[in-house]
């Protein structure tokens, strides 16, 4: 069991600016991991991931990689579709070369068909990993549950999907989990369903979230918001990942990233666990 907790982008109270400057505040803080964020575009060079890789390895901190967000790999546009599979492939060409755990993306939307959707985006995520395969490289694909109605991305979609590939594993996003569900999660649920997949390890993200109801049991996140201030309820989930004693890193999509970071961290040390044990 080993739990990695740290934020998604860098550290708002780091001293030094950019991301080696963040992970040396991740290892004064005592967080383990951080994800880096491709938002608008993969700004980041092969030279600098590398760099980015090394610091990170010394310093013992586990890194993930957010593709950007300009991706429908269901789209009915071909060059929408080929551009959303180069964002993908330059983030997993990056996170690669810096040792990532995982490249995550929000696949795509349903448009008027979500069977075709769902094709779709199986023939693109298959043509990746044929790609990550050929190169070698040790980064996984992970599909992000999302938050909205007319995102192709349930849990049921994505567990499906992994069950089918190699090298593609799920993002469990609580938050968008639960904004989706109109208000309502049921963690000792999701991580049963997830065991059909036999995962080693998981990659979540955490935040407290704004949502509109769309009807009773559905609903659209609007933005993320701090722990304290909306749900999900993280206590509930530190309890189920300790009751079933997993391999599991949270990264923290709060507004106030790092900081809620070390709320987490508290809440599983007031439970029993301690940080920094084999």
């Known amino acids: 069991m080993k739990i990695r907790l740290g934020p998604a982008g860098n550290c708002i109270s780091a001293e030094e600016k950019g991301t080696t400057g963040s992970l040396k505040r991740i290892v004064k803080l005592g967080l383990e991991a951080q994800e880096i964020e491709f938002v608008r575009n993969v700004y980041m060079s092969n030279k600098m991931a590398k760099e980015v890789g090394k610091v990170a390895k010394e310093l013992k901190i586990e890194l993930s990689v957010h593709a950007p967000y300009y991706i429908n790999l269901s789209s009915s546009e071909k060059i929408k579709i080929k551009a959303s599979k180069k964002r993908i492939l ?4 990056r996170g690669n070369l810096m040792g990532a755990t995982v490249v995550v993306v929000h696949a795509g939307y349903y448009g008027k068909n979500k069977e075709k959707s769902s094709e779709m985006i199986f023939d693109a995520c298959k043509d990746l990993t044929s790609i990550i395969k050929k190169k070698g490289w040790k980064t996984l694909l992970g599909l992000e549950t999302t938050g909205k109605q007319g995102q192709w991305g349930t849990l049921d979609e994505i567990i499906n999907l992994c069950r089918k590939l190699k090298y593609v594993i799920p993002c469990i996003d609580f938050a ?72 599991i890193t949270i990264i923290s999509e709060s507004p106030i990233l790092e900081q809620d970071s070390l709320l987490m961290k508290k809440i599983f040390e007031k439970l029993g666990y301690k940080f920094f044990s084999v």
């Not at 330059?90 to 060409?93: A, C, K």
């Not at 955490?206 to 918001?225: A, P, Q, T």
């Open 90 to 93: 330059d983030s997993l060409e």
């Open 176 to 247: 968008h989990l639960y904004a989706r569900q109109g208000g309502q999660i049921n963690y000792k649920e999701v991580f049963n369903k997830l065991k059909v997949l036999k995962l080693k390890k998981y990659h979540c993200h955490f935040s407290g979230i704004k949502y509109s109801l769309v009807r009773i049991g559905d609903g659209n996140e609007r933005y993320h918001l701090q722990m304290k201030e909306a749900g999900p309820d993280f206590k509930e989930l530190a309890k189920e990942i300790l009751k079933r004693k997993l391999d």
